[in-house]
């Protein structure tokens, strides 16, 4: 069993950043990727970015060059700068190993962006 805390979620202007964190803690397969994916109301869960233990890196191209993800050993962070009103969601944290099934999630964490 993999569990996942999450924090950093808040309310910022537009033009802001914000910096969420997650930790794995648990049963950690040593050959994992770990990432954030958002949740705006009445949109369907979409992909922000994912980092793998080797340490290559993933963007969805509305957060490239504003979002950065970092990782050390089983906590990830996800820097984010130059928020728009576009970027609020719940932003949840995903953990994937090659085991069956092992695809996990937090409970969430809301960004709201607004003036």
């Known amino acids: 069993q993999v569990q996942l805390v999450e924090s950093g979620g808040g309310s910022v202007q537009p033009g802001g950043s914000l910096r969420l964190s997650c930790t794995a803690s648990?049963?950690?397969?040593?050959?994992?990727?770990m990432g954030w994916y958002r949740q705006a109301p009445g949109k369907q869960r979409e992909f922000v970015a994912r980092?793998?233990?080797?340490?290559g890196i993933r963007y969805d191209d509305s957060v490239k060059g504003r979002f950065t993800i970092s990782r050390d050993l089983n906590t990830i962070s996800l820097q984010m700068n130059s928020l728009k009103p576009e970027d609020t969601a719940v932003y949840y944290c995903n953990y994937w190993d090659r085991r069956p099934g092992v695809d996990l999630w937090g409970n969430g964490t809301l960004v709201t962006v607004s003036s």
């Open positions: 980092i793998y233990t080797s340490g």
């Open positions: 648990g049963s950690i397969f040593g050959d994992n990727f």
